[in-house]
Every structure is written in C-alpha cells, then in structure tokens.
C-alpha cells in the first residue's frame, strides 16, 4: 500500500495486479445514481470507477476504496454470470457518464455497477474490506492482526 496514503497510487496497483487499467473519474453527483456510493462502469477491457466531486476526500477515498474492493473480490463475475439479477442500465448510466468519460466506448460497456447492483452481503464486504484498507493506511501502528487479515484479500505485499 502507498506510504503516504494516496488513493490514486492505490487504484493503479489494484489495476496492475488486475492487469486492467482503471480510469479514476470525479463526476457530478446527479449523474450518480446514489451520489454517497461509487458506480463501477466494466467495459471489455477496462475499468471505469467513478465517484461524486462534491465528496469531500475522506469520503472519496472510502467510495473508491469500496469499489476496489468489487473489483478485487470480483463481485462482477456473479452479476455477469447470471448468479442474480444484471442490474436494469438506467439511461442515465451510461448515455449520462458518457460525457464525462470521453475514452468510454458505450458499445464495449459489459455492466454498469452501483449499490443496487450488488447484495448486502457484498456491500458489506466491499465495505468491511475498504475500511480495513483506510484503517490500515491511516494508522502508523503496526497491528499484526489487521495486517495478516489484508495480506489475505489483497494479497502478501501490504506493507
Ligand atoms: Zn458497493
């Protein structure tokens, strides 16, 4: 994890160890669905996290981190594989996004994901996961136990 803390520097390790580029987009809050969570745009090839620019940085730092968390726990593959329902893509979606992100292929878009697309259970997850992440980046105490608790979702190099 990047010391000092910097959530853009995160995004693009989560991206390496995915081997799919992640474009970070601040955005305005009205063409989020729920402006107080991230929406993950999986297009073909590559990723899309997106997060409101009115969030304060500590809130943008929580939205992203819980977006990672989807991706690193591949919650994607169940909405995709057809384990639940694929979300309904709300014209606003992509059509809305579309201006913000000009390298965004519409075409190439495989879903577009916001609370509604995942269950509790992985928004808790997600959620459980990000605040480890944030917890772990903000604290200079080395606790054992958190640490051997991240070295297992995100793998051994955590220090
Ligand atoms: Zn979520």
């Known amino acids: 994890m990047p010391e000092p803390w910097d959530?853009?520097?995160f995004v693009e390790q989560v991206a390496r160890a995915r081997g799919r580029r992640i474009h970070l987009s601040a955005v305005p809050a009205e063409v989020m669905d729920d402006k107080t969570c991230g929406l993950?745009?999986?297009?073909?090839?590559?990723?899309?996290?997106?997060?409101?620019?009115?969030?304060?940085?500590?809130?943008?730092?929580l939205v992203i981190c819980h977006e990672l968390s989807h991706m690193?726990?591949?919650?994607?593959?169940?909405?995709?594989?057809?384990?639940?329902?694929?979300p309904a893509r709300q014209p606003t979606d992509v059509d809305g996004l579309a201006?913000?992100?000009?390298?965004?292929?519409p075409d190439a878009v495989r879903s577009v994901?916001?609370?509604?697309?995942f269950t509790a259970r992985r928004e808790f997850e997600a959620e459980y996961l990000a605040t480890l992440i944030l917890d772990r980046a903000t604290s200079s105490g080395n606790d054992s136990r958190q640490t051997r608790m991240l070295?297992?979702?995100?793998?051994?190099?955590?220090?």
Do not use: I, K, M
């Open 99 to 105: 201006a913000f992100l000009p390298d965004l292929d």
């Open 7 to 9: 959530s853009h520097q």
């Open 40 to 61: 993950w745009v999986n297009a073909d090839s590559e990723d899309y996290l997106l997060y409101s620019e009115d969030s304060p940085a500590w809130h943008a730092d």
């Open 151 to 159: 070295s297992t979702f995100l793998g051994a190099d955590t220090r």
């Open 72 to 86: 690193l726990f591949e919650h994607d593959l169940e909405v995709t594989t057809g384990q639940q329902p694929a």
């Open 113 to 117: 994901l916001g609370r509604s697309g």
